[in-house]
């Protein structure tokens, strides 16, 4: 037992080690793609500027290449080998050959503040939809919490977040606390499940329909089997979940007894089949979805117009959510770190929207926003979730 428990620890910390390297390596690959000053760029050369006149340019050359994204190996080979010309040159403003690429410095100078500031602010609003859906499915389970009990444990989640596997990890965290206020853990647990399943499919419909009308752009058009693949994942998904012909085809009622755990396991399935019933706190539900997506992609929009992104609004309710949904993958830790932030730069800066530079700060940015209207739930971590509370039936609320 003690060799098994040894090589289970093993596992585990390999494991995590493995989602360190990639985090660090993701990141890092990223942020090595941030141009810091400003520069020309002809061909495969790249200038950076050392002072800008009238009708001229000062410039000093090297010989770093641009190279596509995944080309890694040229782009660490290059950072080794890099030549660096000691002689400055001139080069005409009026000379097109040349493109002009803005730096991290130039971009964080010339921030504006008011398309930044209306994005903070529309983003408020997400932790409050979020908590409204998560309330209305756990009524269905006979979990009534007042709503800013709710809100507490939704910012809590949200700010654990940051320091676990994915952006998942805080809704286990979730899970496991709605056992101090009801002894119905496994309805607890499969209410954040079908929280952010819904939240899950509603995103993939939306993006599917925003792939149907955006069919013209040559950039959207290559997403369309991606995201084809997952509205049938999704489809399959909610079969299995909730088919009556399906539970009767595989006789799963008949199987689930035999199993070692069958009390949960009918338990988790009963909860389940409770949403079937309830499908009007469904459809509430995902309306709100599609509002809360709506909102984080509007305030990701004003992000990226505040760092002179020019994309249409359109391109942010389709990229933003996607992006969102590649940093849930657990193969990473801390939010997501790095997968989310290659994610945006593999959408605005494949797509010719932003720069390498520019896509990556709105990762960036768009993390920090994400952070900082998650700092209430340290507070009310600091503070305590609070005790131990009694079981809240669909007929008295716990007073707290």
């Known amino acids: 037992m003690e060799q098994e428990a040894q090589q289970k620890n093993t596992h585990s910390r390999l494991i995590a080690v493995a989602r360190i390297i990639f985090a660090v390596v993701a990141l890092g690959f990223v942020v090595y793609s941030i141009q810091l000053n400003d520069c020309l760029v002809k061909g495969t050369q790249q200038y950076n500027i050392l002072k800008v006149m009238d009708d001229h340019y000062v410039v000093r050359g090297k010989s770093r290449r641009e190279v596509m994204l995944g080309d890694f190996f040229s782009r660490l080979l290059n950072y080794f080998v890099r030549e660096k010309s000691g002689q400055e040159s001139m080069v005409s403003r009026a000379d097109k050959s040349y493109q002009h690429h803005t730096g991290a410095v130039s971009l964080a100078k010339n921030v504006q503040p008011v398309p930044a500031i209306l994005g903070l602010a529309i983003f408020s609003l997400v932790p409050l939809i979020l908590a409204y859906r998560w309330r209305l499915l756990l009524k269905v389970q006979g979990v009534n919490l007042p709503f800013w009990k709710v809100l507490q444990l939704t910012y809590s989640g949200l700010f654990l977040n940051f320091f676990l596997i994915g952006t998942t990890g805080g809704d286990l965290v979730k899970a496991y606390w709605i056992g101090r206020f009801s002894p119905k853990r496994a309805e607890g647990f499969v209410s954040v499940f079908v929280d952010r399943f819904i939240g899950v499919v509603v995103l993939i419909l939306m993006s599917a329909v925003l792939v149907v009308l955006m069919w013209h ?128 730069v593999g959408f605005f800066a494949g797509s010719g929207f932003a720069s390498l530079t520019q896509a990556a700060m709105l990762a960036m940015a768009v993390r920090l926003m994400q952070l900082f209207w998650a700092l209430p739930g340290s507070a009310m971590l600091a503070v305590g979730i609070g005790k131990k509370e009694p079981l809240a039936t669909n007929k008295h609320e716990i007073k707290i």
């Open 217 to 344: 752009d040559a950039q959207v058009a290559k997403l369309s089997r991606g995201v084809g693949i997952l509205v049938v994942l999704s489809a399959g998904a909610i079969v299995f979940l909730f088919s009556r012909r399906l539970r009767r085809l595989v006789r799963f009622d008949r199987w689930k007894n035999k199993l070692p755990i069958s009390g949960m396991i009918d338990r988790i399935d009963q909860s389940l089949l409770a949403y079937r019933r309830s499908g009007s706190v469904l459809v509430k539900a995902a309306m709100a979805t599609v509002v809360l997506q709506l909102l984080g992609s509007t305030a990701s929009y004003f992000l990226g117009s505040a760092l002179q992104i020019n994309a249409h609004i359109w391109y942010y309710w389709l990229y933003v959510p996607l992006a969102f949904l590649i940093g849930s993958i657990p193969v990473s830790v801390f939010w997501g770190l790095g997968l989310l932030e290659g994610a945006y």
